[in-house]
């Protein structure tokens, strides 16, 4: 039987019920009385100056109530505080079509839509940039003046160990080029936020964000207005994988515009604008070198990574760092070298999705592990669990590995799939493909530096028995709230259906940082626990002298504190509570949760990489490719993840599954594209979600490797699962014909061309992808000309003057 | 959220009368007054196609008339020929028996248009008007703002998709259509004066803009479909999810056998240009043979030939191009006997 | 901006319910703002993610997509009418067994699909049950719990 009463068992999330009745409030189905509706005006230009702004047509437009624009804030501000780079509205300057300019509230969403047309603005058009390349070369434009090179926004080098000794070594080096497009979280719920500034001259700000405290820090700063006079709540958010991870325009828009009119004011964004505050996966060029010994064994890796930044700053400057820093954790590499650049362009801003910044180094890196295999002969399944980084570690740039369950996940993936056998017999278009990954339980350290908890988590129990659970953390869809209660109840011994949950309320729970970096189970989960042994300290020594037990002899479940020799003896939880309280006074407890010192190096860009515990994972894929057609089938995709213990292995499995999702339609068809800085496919038809018709079966196998710092052993599961899959189809796709795709998304056009069936006069090839920085898409400024083509153009083009030049 | 324009709605209880509505509100007549030139008045039946158009701002009449409440409007009857209502909704079609017996392409084709709800909402006539379709026009009102619009809502500008091309290239993207046509189709219209037929085949044209010789004053109300035997059908479809999707290449087929040889045969391609159609000489490439491979592939041949992709859709042209060639061949093989 | 409001009467959830709205605003919108039936939510409002999906005269449509003002007497189902009094249905059931809602947000849709299908076919295959909610975007379970909390309660009910 289980040690524990709620841990591991399936039950269902304690916020279900809300969900599955439609009585969760998310934030626009919050209806306020006096409530104003608001709308932005967005850039239609790349990049270009405001030369004038004039909001007094749309202002004296019935039932317009009040309008601000950038001037009205700015404030310069940005989730990272070294690069804050941004401000709410556009001021003087945009740099991307779809960039928030101005913003109207009216009685009504309709009379707010309308009112944008009756803005006057007029541009002064500059010269775009859309490319890395230029973004590297262009010292003449400058997006923003503060890049000191061209337009570049971060450049790091870090090396560690004996590079060139490490290749000295080596008996053989492959050196690969990788693209990962760019694409977007998507989720079903758009961003919403709902402004009330009231007689008390308190604002209360419900939004869609992941990050309510960061959010309240950056309200502070662009609306002057004291922390201690703003209240933000965060709403259920209907997903948000990183994209509702940053402080957005339109939250601070509605702010202001409730300040300014004393009137709660809503701002909804549409489908397509979700496309423009994007902060998705950042389009990343990368080159990997990597010297093996005629074992297999790894001497030395370089790795460089270019990353697409957009036109801000967003988590840039992690997710530079990210791209290069978790390599390491996987497989024993004793020389290290990374060298990461970031660059401005003029699209939307890039930022944190699901496997924030490590998902493209390891799909390129996955990917040549299995060219390594290849070329060795080695069965790449064996191959990688014969080079594990073993646990209880450091890696060669100073990250300390604790608990790892790699091995295992490969184990259980064999056993699973069967992929050792059957890897290079499924005959030609079927193709089974293997790659491995890691991710972290959190970020090692704050976004801005402090020394105060990561976490922080409230519990009261009332006189009725009742717990009450207050933590900052965002409900996400990942189940944060039922793991609060889950953590809780297994403490003291009751359900979690037992428990209130209040979280994401900076105003009534202690400041949890946020659900970004996979660190909520971990730290919040270790900050409830902390509160809860509290509480359960009471209630044991009062339920020791009740029942003449010693206190180490007693165990809480199921709402009764007794010794498990003899369970007839016991104190129910209620009675327990009341005889705490009448001893101890009121029944609060406080806990909190910092990550360890010492769990990284010290040298510059030492803070992104470390977290308390690494997640491991690896997946197998399944694919079937059409010869004629170039579609590509993914049949199954099979992950196992060592998420440390398994909370709620229904949600476990559900993270390990969603995550595969997410991966599949990653490498399948989704990309966030643009021509001529004009999004190509801003909405839900164009932009390729998979439906239940594509995607593939999905088998999650969880494996608990029992970390010792984790909450009851655990560690995260919404991140890591989808690192794998990626290039584990990657790898299938190889496996079915013989094409290696080093880069993303595997299109049919792509396949076709691949396979030497383009234009029925092509030539087979055996690689996809790029071979050096310079785009393959040829001259980006064709997408351009074709936007700025007049009909005088197409005039000339019709009737050629004869005879004259 | 998006929302629509302001419109108002009139419920006719009988064609005529929709017509007559469409006549007496200026049916055809362009409102410049707001920006984009729009129709004053226009025709709803599902909403599925016009109403997304309509709160991407690509139309904003100030009425539209509907067909919801018209009387008869929905129905499959059987008596010689095949009458189909033009407001029978695409799941009625795709589950009827007799059609997916008897006339299998177009249940096919009717199960395979976008999802489930869409189905259940959007109508046979609604699918047949369907406005073509281009990823330069199918955007919202900002997104065409800062794209500087394209020819099908401002013919002053040039066309996006081929900035030399004298008409719009918009792309047809009904899925019914080819199968209707290699049906044999004849779909039938009033308008406030009389009636008028017209064989599917030669109602489309191949302009983005104007696409068809619907007029802005009729409306479709019945498809008829003649009762033959010995033909087998079917429909074959490349779009990239399994729904949702327009096809960005699509083929139906049909072929009238007696005993084992085809005695008569009908091709028909969409979302290959901006019309759908009939591709004739496939036809002759199958008449007459017992739909060896060689017969299959002069068709497919013939169907390469006829399938002019633009950039204008998901999908490359390349692949699209092919695509036309694969799926007919397989739309083909498909109807060999069992 | 004067006012062009028009009374309409539905029927929702089993209650006759009047109320003035703008003609030109969808289903969706009477629901979540002139009804308070908020549960009905939105993803694009172009019908390309089945968010919205609400039951008329128990087929799954697009409210984002359907006039109130033309769909006369017809029964309106919404998330809100799924339980009976104090009694769930097996979907909601099911679907918090497994695991079948992570954030929640295109779950009354799929709800509403779900219970559409189950409507029509008592013991749907796997086949069925993709084809049933291939309307409705999911970006959080890979659909996976979803098929097995539908079948779940298909066998339940």
Request: charged share 25%; aromatic share 6%; proline share 5%.
């Given at each position: 039987?289980?040690?524990?009463?709620?841990?591991?068992?399936?039950?269902?999330?304690?916020?279900?019920?809300?969900?599955?009745?439609?009585?969760?409030?998310?934030a626009d189905?919050?209806?306020?009385?006096?409530?104003l509706f608001g709308r932005l005006l967005r850039s239609t230009r790349p990049h270009a100056r405001i030369r004038r702004l004039d909001v007094s047509r749309a202002a004296?437009h019935?039932?317009v109530v009040a309008i601000v624009t950038g001037a009205d804030m700015p404030?310069k501000m940005g989730?990272?505080?070294?690069?804050?780079d941004e401000t709410a509205l556009a001021v003087d300057k945009v740099r991307y079509v779809g960039e928030p300019v101005a913003a109207v509230a009216a009685?009504d969403e309709d009379t707010a839509f309308d009112a944008l047309s009756l803005i006057d603005i007029d541009y002064e058009d500059l010269?775009p940039i859309f490319?890395?390349?230029?973004?590297?070369?262009?010292?003449?434009?400058?997006i923003h003046?503060?890049?000191?090179?061209?337009?570049?926004?971060?450049?790091?080098?870090?090396?560690?160990?004996?590079?060139?000794?490490?290749?000295?070594?080596?008996?053989?080096?492959?050196?690969?080029?990788?693209?990962?497009?760019g694409?977007t979280h998507a989720p079903?719920e758009s961003h919403s936020a709902?402004a009330?500034?009231?007689?008390?001259?308190?604002?209360?700000?419900?939004t869609a964000t992941?990050?309510?405290?960061?959010?309240?820090?950056?309200?502070?700063?662009v609306?002057?207005?004291?922390?201690?006079?703003?209240?933000?709540?965060?709403?259920?958010?209907?997903?948000?994988?990183?994209g509702k991870?940053d402080p957005f325009g339109h939250e601070f828009a509605a702010a202001l515009l409730?300040?300014?009119?004393?009137?709660?004011v809503k701002i909804t964004l549409d489908r397509e604008e979700v496309f423009y505050a994007h902060r998705g996966?950042?389009?990343?060029?990368?080159?990997?070198?990597?010297?093996?010994?005629?074992?297999?064994?790894?001497?030395?890796?370089?790795?460089?990574?270019?990353?697409?930044g957009g036109a801000y700053a967003s988590?840039?400057?992690?997710?530079?760092?990210?791209?290069?820093?978790?390599?390491?954790?996987?497989?024993?590499?004793?020389?290290?070298?990374?060298?990461?650049?970031?660059?401005y362009t003029n699209k939307p801003p890039c930022g944190?999705?699901?496997?924030?910044?490590?998902?493209?180094?390891?799909?390129?890196?996955?990917?040549?592990?299995?060219?390594?295999?290849?070329?060795?002969?080695?069965?790449?399944?064996?191959?990688?669990?014969?080079?594990?980084?073993?646990?209880?570690?450091?890696?060669?740039?100073?990250?300390?590995?604790?608990?790892?369950?790699?091995?295992?996940?490969?184990?259980?993936?064999?056993?699973?799939?069967?992929?050792?056998?059957?890897?290079?017999?499924?005959?030609?278009?079927?193709?089974?493909?293997?790659?491995?990954?890691?991710?972290?339980?959190?970020?090692?350290?704050?976004?801005?530096?402090?020394?105060?908890?990561?976490?922080?988590?409230?519990?009261?129990?009332?006189?009725?028995?009742?717990?009450?659970?207050?933590?900052?953390?965002?409900?996400?869809?990942?189940?944060?709230?039922?793991?609060?209660?889950?953590?809780?109840?297994?403490?003291?011994?009751?359900?979690?259906?037992?428990?209130?949950?209040?979280?994401?309320?900076?105003?009534?729970?202690?400041?949890?940082?946020?659900?970004?970096?996979?660190?909520?189970?971990?730290?919040?989960?270790?900050?409830?626990?902390?509160?809860?042994?509290?509480?359960?300290?009471?209630?044991?020594?009062?339920?020791?002298?009740?029942?003449?037990?010693?206190?180490?002899?007693?165990?809480?479940?199921?709402?009764?504190?007794?010794?498990?020799?003899?369970?007839?003896?016991?104190?129910?939880?209620?009675?327990?509570?009341?005889?705490?309280?009448?001893?101890?006074?009121?029944?609060?407890?406080?806990?909190?949760?910092?990550?360890?010192?010492?769990?990284?190096?010290?040298?510059?860009?030492?803070?992104?990489?470390?977290?308390?515990?690494?997640?491991?994972?690896?997946?197998?894929?399944?694919?079937?490719?059409?010869?004629?057609?170039?579609?590509?089938?993914?049949?199954?995709?099979?992950?196992?993840?060592?998420?440390?213990?398994?909370?709620?292995?229904?949600?476990?499995?559900?993270?390990?599954?969603?995550?595969?999702?997410?991966?599949?339609?990653?490498?399948?068809?989704?990309?966030q594209v643009f021509r001529g800085g004009l999004h190509k496919k801003p909405s839900l038809?164009d932009y390729?979600?998979?439906?239940?018709?594509?995607?593939?079966?999905?088998?999650?196998?969880?494996?608990?490797?029992?970390?010792?710092?984790?909450?009851?052993?655990?560690?995260?599961?919404?991140?890591?699962?989808?690192?794998?899959?990626?290039?584990?189809?990657?790898?299938?796709?190889?496996?079915?014909?013989?094409?290696?795709?080093?880069?993303?998304?595997?299109?049919?056009?792509?396949?076709?061309?691949?396979?030497?069936?383009?234009?029925?006069?092509?030539?087979?090839?055996?690689?996809?992808?790029?071979?050096?920085?310079?785009?393959?898409?040829?001259?980006?400024?064709?997408a351009r000309?074709?936007l700025d083509?007049?009909?005088?153009?197409?005039?000339?083009?019709?009737?050629?003057?004869?005879?004259?030049? | 959220m998006l929302r629509?324009p302001?419109?108002?709605?009139?419920?006719?209880?009988?064609?005529?009368?929709?017509?007559?509505?469409?006549?007496?509100?200026?049916?055809?007549?362009?409102?410049?007054?707001?920006g984009t030139?729009?129709?004053?008045?226009?025709?709803?039946?599902?909403?599925?196609?016009?109403?997304p158009?309509?709160k991407r701002r690509q139309?904003a009449?100030?009425?539209?008339?509907?067909?919801?409440?018209?009387?008869?409007?929905?129905?499959?009857?059987?008596?010689?020929?095949?009458?189909?209502?033009?407001?029978?909704?695409?799941?009625?079609?795709?589950?009827?028996?007799?059609?997916?017996?008897?006339?299998?392409?177009?249940?096919?084709?009717?199960?395979?248009?976008?999802?489930?709800?869409?189905?259940?909402?959007?109508?046979?006539?609604?699918?047949?008007?369907?406005?073509?379709?281009?990823n330069w026009y199918d955007q919202s009102l900002f997104w065409r703002t800062a794209e500087g619009y394209c020819?099908?809502t401002?013919?002053?500008?040039?066309?996006r998709?081929?900035?030399?091309?004298?008409?719009?290239?918009?792309?047809?993207?009904?899925?019914?259509?080819?199968?209707?046509?290699?049906?044999?189709?004849?779909?039938?219209?009033?308008?406030?004066?009389?009636?008028?037929?017209?064989?599917?085949?030669?109602?489309?044209?191949?302009?983005?803009?104007?696409?068809?010789?619907?007029?802005?004053?009729?409306?479709?109300?019945?498809?008829?479909?003649?009762?033959?035997?010995?033909?087998?059908?079917?429909?074959?479809?490349?779009?990239?999810?399994?729904?949702?999707?327009?096809?960005?290449?699509?083929?139906?087929?049909?072929?009238?056998?007696?005993?084992?040889?085809?005695?008569?045969?009908?091709?028909?391609?969409?979302?290959?240009?901006?019309?759908?159609?009939?591709?004739?000489?496939?036809?002759?490439?199958?008449?007459?043979?017992?739909?060896?491979?060689?017969?299959?592939?002069?068709?497919?041949?013939?169907?390469?030939?006829?399938?002019?992709?633009?950039?204008?859709?998901?999908?490359?042209?390349?692949?699209?191009?092919?695509?036309?060639?694969?799926?007919?061949?397989?739309?083909?093989?498909?109807?060999?006997?069992? | 901006?004067?006012?062009?409001?028009?009374?309409?009467?539905?029927?929702?959830?089993?209650?006759?319910?009047?109320?003035?709205?703008?003609?030109?605003?969808?289903?969706?919108?009477?629901?979540?703002?002139?009804?308070?039936?908020?549960?009905?939510?939105h993803g694009c409002e172009l019908?390309e993610?089945?968010?919205?999906?609400?039951?008329?005269?128990?087929?799954?449509?697009?409210?984002?997509?359907?006039?109130?003002?033309?769909?006369?007497?017809?029964?309106?189902?919404?998330?809100?009418?799924?339980?009976?009094?104090?009694?769930?249905?097996?979907?909601?059931?099911?679907?918090?067994?497994?695991?079948?809602?992570?954030?929640?947000?295109?779950?009354?849709?799929?709800?509403?699909?779900?219970?559409?299908?189950?409507?029509?076919?008592?013991?749907?295959?796997?086949?069925?049950?993709?084809?049933?909610?291939?309307?409705?975007?999911?970006?959080?379970?890979?659909?996976?719990?979803?098929?097995?909390?539908?079948?779940?309660?298909?066998?339940?009910?």
């Open positions: 039987m289980s040690e524990f009463s709620v841990i591991g068992r399936r039950l269902p999330k304690v916020n279900s019920w809300a969900h599955l009745t439609g009585e969760a409030r998310y189905d919050l209806f306020l009385p006096r409530m004296a019935p039932g404030a989730i990272m505080p070294s690069t804050q009685v010269e490319t890395i390349e230029e973004a590297l070369e262009r010292e003449d434009v400058k003046d503060e890049s000191k090179r061209a337009n570049v926004f971060k450049e790091v080098h870090l090396s560690f160990g004996d590079l060139e000794g490490g290749f000295a070594s080596a008996d053989h080096v492959r050196d690969d080029w990788f693209f990962f497009e694409n079903i709902v009330s500034y009231g007689g008390d001259d308190k604002l209360t700000l419900w992941q990050v309510p405290h960061y959010l309240h820090r950056e309200l502070e700063k609306l002057g207005l004291a922390r201690s006079r703003i209240r933000v709540i965060a709403t259920p958010n209907g997903g948000a994988f990183g991870s409730s300040i300014r009119t004393r009137r709660p996966r950042h389009p990343v060029k990368m080159r990997i070198r990597t010297g093996v010994r005629k074992d297999g064994e790894i001497t030395a890796v370089h790795y460089q990574s270019w990353l697409d988590y840039g400057i992690a997710t530079t760092y990210y791209t290069g820093a978790l390599l390491t954790v996987t497989y024993r590499i004793p020389a290290y070298k990374f060298d990461g650049v970031r660059v944190p999705k699901r496997g924030h910044g490590t998902t493209q180094p390891r799909y390129g890196f996955e990917c040549q592990l299995d060219k390594i295999a290849q070329d060795l002969g080695l069965d790449a399944l064996e191959y990688r669990k014969r080079i594990l980084q073993p646990p209880q570690s450091r890696t060669v740039n100073e990250l300390r590995i604790t608990s790892m369950g790699l091995g295992e996940c490969l184990d259980a993936l064999q056993r699973a799939t069967r992929y050792s056998e059957r890897h290079g017999q499924l005959g030609r278009g079927r193709g089974i493909g293997l790659a491995g990954s890691a991710y972290i339980s959190g970020a090692g350290l704050p976004i801005y530096w402090n020394e105060m908890p990561h976490s922080g988590a409230e519990i009261r129990i009332d006189r009725g028995g009742g717990v009450t659970v207050m933590c900052g953390t965002a409900e996400i869809g990942q189940g944060s709230d039922n793991m609060l209660a889950s953590v809780a109840a297994e403490a003291l011994g009751i359900l979690p259906s037992d428990v209130h949950v209040v979280s994401g309320d900076t105003s009534l729970a202690p400041v949890d940082l946020g659900s970004y970096s996979s660190r909520v189970t971990f730290m919040a989960g270790n900050a409830v626990k902390d509160a809860a042994m509290k509480l359960r300290a009471l209630l044991f020594a009062v339920a020791s002298e009740k029942l003449g037990t010693p206190v180490d002899h007693l165990v809480a479940a199921y709402h009764r504190i007794y010794d498990p020799s003899d369970p007839e003896k016991f104190i129910t939880f209620a009675d327990a509570a009341v005889l705490a309280e009448s001893k101890h006074g009121t029944l609060v407890a406080a806990g909190s949760y910092k990550p360890p010192k010492g769990i990284g190096g010290s040298f510059k860009g030492a803070g992104v990489g470390p977290t308390p515990a690494y997640s491991y994972q690896a997946a197998v894929a399944e694919v079937s490719v059409d010869l004629e057609t170039g579609t590509l089938t993914v049949d199954k995709v099979t992950t196992a993840h060592d998420c440390g213990r398994a909370l709620s292995p229904a949600n476990v499995e559900g993270q390990i599954e969603g995550s595969a999702y997410m991966g599949y339609g990653e490498i399948i068809a989704e990309e038809l390729k979600l998979p439906t239940s018709l594509d995607t593939p079966t999905l088998e999650a196998i969880v494996v608990e490797s029992v970390d010792a710092e984790g909450p009851f052993g655990a560690k995260e599961a919404g991140e890591g699962p989808l690192n794998p899959v990626i290039p584990a189809i990657a790898n299938a796709v190889y496996d079915a014909i013989g094409v290696r795709f080093d880069e993303t998304p595997i299109t049919p056009e792509k396949i076709l061309d691949a396979l030497g069936k383009r234009d029925n006069r092509g030539i087979p090839k055996t690689r996809i992808g790029p071979d050096g920085l310079a785009e393959r898409d040829g001259d980006p400024k064709r000309r074709r083509a007049s009909t005088e153009g197409r005039e000339r083009k019709r009737t050629p003057s004869v005879g004259s030049r | 629509l302001r419109f108002r709605i009139l419920s006719p209880r009988t064609y005529r009368e929709a017509a007559e509505m469409l006549r007496d509100h200026g049916a055809g007549e362009l409102d410049r007054s707001r030139p729009t129709l004053r008045v226009l025709l709803v039946a599902g909403g599925t196609d016009l109403l158009n309509m139309f009449p100030e009425i539209l008339v509907s067909l919801a409440h018209v009387q008869g409007a929905a129905g499959i009857h059987e008596n010689g020929e095949l009458t189909v209502s033009a407001g029978t909704t695409l799941t009625a079609l795709a589950e009827d028996a007799r059609i997916q017996e008897r006339y299998t392409a177009l249940a096919e084709a009717a199960g395979v248009v976008s999802t489930p709800q869409l189905r259940n909402m959007g109508t046979i006539g609604g699918n047949i008007c369907l406005d073509t379709r281009c020819m099908k401002n013919p002053e500008v040039v066309c998709v081929a900035t030399s091309s004298p008409r719009c290239l918009a792309v047809a993207s009904a899925d019914t259509v080819p199968a209707l046509m290699v049906l044999g189709a004849t779909v039938h219209f009033e308008d406030a004066r009389g009636g008028r037929e017209v064989r599917l085949a030669e109602f489309y044209r191949e302009d983005g803009i104007s696409p068809s010789t619907l007029r802005p004053d009729e409306a479709l109300t019945d498809v008829t479909i003649p009762h033959e035997d010995g033909w087998r059908s079917t429909y074959v479809k490349l779009r990239d999810r399994g729904s949702f999707d327009f096809p960005i290449a699509a083929v139906a087929a049909a072929v009238r056998y007696d005993g084992r040889a085809i005695t008569d045969a009908r091709v028909a391609i969409t979302a290959l240009a901006s019309r759908p159609m009939l591709v004739e000489a496939a036809r002759a490439a199958l008449v007459g043979t017992r739909l060896e491979d060689d017969a299959v592939a002069a068709a497919a041949e013939a169907v390469h030939k006829a399938a002019r992709p633009m950039d204008n859709t998901s999908g490359t042209i390349s692949q699209r191009k092919r695509a036309s060639r694969v799926l007919a061949e397989r739309a083909l093989r498909a109807l060999r006997p069992a | 901006m004067t006012s062009t409001k028009e009374l309409i009467t539905l029927r929702v959830n089993g209650e006759r319910r009047t109320v003035a709205a703008e003609p030109h605003h969808t289903l969706l919108e009477v629901l979540r703002e002139e009804l308070d039936l908020t549960g009905t939510k019908g993610c089945g968010a919205c999906t609400v039951l008329v005269n128990g087929a799954p449509v697009l409210s984002c997509l359907t006039l109130p003002s033309l769909i006369g007497d017809a029964e309106v189902t919404t998330v809100e009418g799924l339980a009976t009094g104090e009694r769930l249905h097996p979907l909601q059931t099911a679907f918090a067994e497994e695991g079948a809602a992570q954030c929640g947000y295109c779950t009354p849709g799929m709800l509403m699909a779900a219970k559409a299908l189950l409507d029509a076919t008592a013991r749907p295959t796997r086949e069925q049950i993709a084809m049933a909610i291939s309307g409705n975007l999911c970006r959080c379970t890979g659909y996976t719990a979803i098929y097995e909390a539908i079948e779940k309660a298909a066998f339940r009910s």
